[in-house]
């Protein structure tokens, strides 16, 4: 299967747009009606450009769940050379979620507390235990414990923790 990407996407909309004008060049349509059309083909072209991210798995920039389980984090740390703001990209699972829910991909701006506690978790999952994680809406919260772009996600500040799966619990045989 060939995976087009962008140009495809283009494409595939420069050609319903040339049809749709040849089809208004040629109708007996009121004018009115030829310019909505082209309005609404145009307006189209910017919603799916903005749309295809989330549909295509980019991590989301949504508040994570209040619970949810740690399967896998990179760290991007902030570049002094290039400027470049650090991100924190998790992927996790909503433990309130049916169980059968797929993991989702967050993106969480970076502090350096959150850094500390996301590379402790890291540690931790590269020796195969579980990580379950737990955030918090704080009211007025602490530069060291809050996500530093805030407003974005609704929120005040979030203080994200980290702490050991519980083992599961099997009936006695």
Do not use: C
Not at 34 to 41: F, G, Q, R, V, Y
Not at 62 to 88: C, V
């Amino acid at each position: 299967m060939m995976i087009l990407g962008w140009g495809g996407l283009t494409v595939a909309f420069v050609v319903v747009a040339a049809l749709l004008l040849t089809l208004n060049i040629h109708s007996r349509w009121p004018w009115w009606l030829k310019a909505a059309a082209i309005l609404l083909t145009s307006w189209l072209y910017i919603v799916t450009y903005l749309s295809w991210p989330a549909l295509i798995g980019w991590p989301t920039r949504d508040p994570l769940p209040e619970r949810f389980r740690l399967l896998a984090i990179h760290i991007q740390e902030p570049s002094k050379l290039t400027g470049a703001e650090g991100r924190i990209y998790l992927w996790a699972t909503d433990m309130n979620a049916p169980t059968d829910s797929p993991p989702r991909s967050y993106d969480v701006p970076y502090s350096a507390a959150l850094h500390q506690r996301m590379a402790e978790a890291g540690t931790k999952l590269r020796k195969n235990i579980p990580q379950l994680g737990e955030t918090e809406t704080l009211p007025g919260g602490r530069p060291d414990q809050e996500i530093k772009d805030a407003a974005h996600y609704g929120q005040k500040s979030v203080k994200i923790e980290f702490f050991d799966m519980p083992d599961p619990l099997f009936p006695e045989k």
